[in-house]
């Protein structure tokens, strides 16, 4: 989850090279985004089949490049990477909206 902040092109340019390089993975799944109604915070959340593409995404050269430089276009974020076993839902949160 992230508050952002200015992005700029390069910002763009790697966001779409990692997103691209995670769902050319073998163990991707899905990705799930959402953002706050009042806009100031977003939820980035990509699913993998096994903790080696979460490696493999972790030491792709442009997603090191851009923790490096995280503090340039996010004002606070945090990172979860975690385990589930299962997911339940009836009605989607109506105060989030999903891509």
């Known amino acids: 989850m ?3 902040g200015e992005y700029d ?3 763009y340019e790697l966001d779409s090279e990692i997103d ?9 799944i899905k990705t799930e985004r959402w953002q706050s109604k009042n806009g100031l915070f977003v939820n980035s959340m990509y699913f993998f089949e096994n903790e080696e593409s979460v490696r493999e995404l972790a030491s792709y050269p442009q997603h090191k490049v851009a923790k490096k430089n995280y503090a340039r276009w996010y004002k606070s974020f ?7 076993s299962g997911s339940y839902e009836s009605n989607p949160a109506p105060e989030l909206e999903r891509d």
Not at 20 to 28: D, E, H, P, T, V
Not at 78 to 84: E, G, H, L, S
């Open 2 to 4: 992230f508050e952002p």
């Open 78 to 84: 945090r990172v979860d990477v975690m385990k589930v």
């Open 9 to 11: 092109q390069e910002f």
């Open 20 to 28: 691209k390089y995670a769902r050319s993975l073998a163990g991707f």
